[in-house]
């Protein structure tokens, strides 16, 4: 397998287009990383997406089941582009601090746990501990780095309104 990139431009011009083509790629890719930015320029403003994926050299799909043998679940599906846009600044910041800490990302959050963090707008440690799955331990070790991040993508967004 070899690292490989792909980059895509979404327009209020060809946006239905270009979007079903990326998420087809993603689907259909071992991704490792989507990096992305809003380029403000008027009328020609744009979503810019720089995909970093496995080439591999049979062609591949992700299975239908993880490990655990549950079904899989597309969150750029299930999600409303908004959400899905702030689960991917956390499931970012999740990779960041596994990699830091050296474990798994799911021990930090699972994605099942990061969806209804974005869902249910979670704000408060007390709504945290509510998410099933997130204990004492979780919520010592990366609740107030979690809430953090949401605070700041908070912030973020009022200055863009």
Same mark, same amino acid.
């Given at each position: ?16 287009? =270009? ?14 990383? =989507?990096? *992305?930015?809003? =380029? ?15 080439? @591999?050299?049979?062609?591949?799909? *992700? !299975? ?5 043998? +549950?079904?899989?679940? #597309?969150? +750029?599906?299930?999600?409303? !582009?908004? #959400?899905? @846009? =702030? ?9 960041? /601090? ?8 799911? /021990?930090?959050? /699972? ?7 974005? /869902? ?5 440690? +007390? ?35």
């Amino acid at each position: 397998m070899s690292q490989q990139f792909k980059f895509f431009r979404i327009t209020c011009h060809n946006q239905e287009e =270009v979007e079903s083509e990326l998420n087809r790629f993603l689907r259909s890719h071992r991704i490792l990383t =989507v990096h *992305h930015e809003f =380029v403000l320029d008027g009328e020609s403003s744009f979503w810019y997406f720089a995909v970093e994926y496995l080439k @591999s050299d049979s062609a591949t799909r *992700h !299975p239908a089941t993880d490990r655990s043998g +549950k079904k899989r679940i #597309d969150y +750029k599906e299930v999600l409303s !582009p908004e #959400d899905f @846009s =702030v689960f991917a600044v956390l499931r970012n910041w999740r990779k960041q /601090t596994a990699e830091r800490a050296g474990v798994p990302v799911y /021990t930090i959050f /699972t994605n099942e746990q990061l969806a209804t963090i974005v /869902t249910k707008r979670i704000h408060s440690k +007390k709504a945290l501990r509510d998410i099933e799955g997130v204990g004492e331990a979780r919520m010592e070790k990366y609740g107030d780095a979690v809430l953090q991040v949401i605070r700041e993508l908070v912030k973020a967004s009022e200055k863009t309104e």
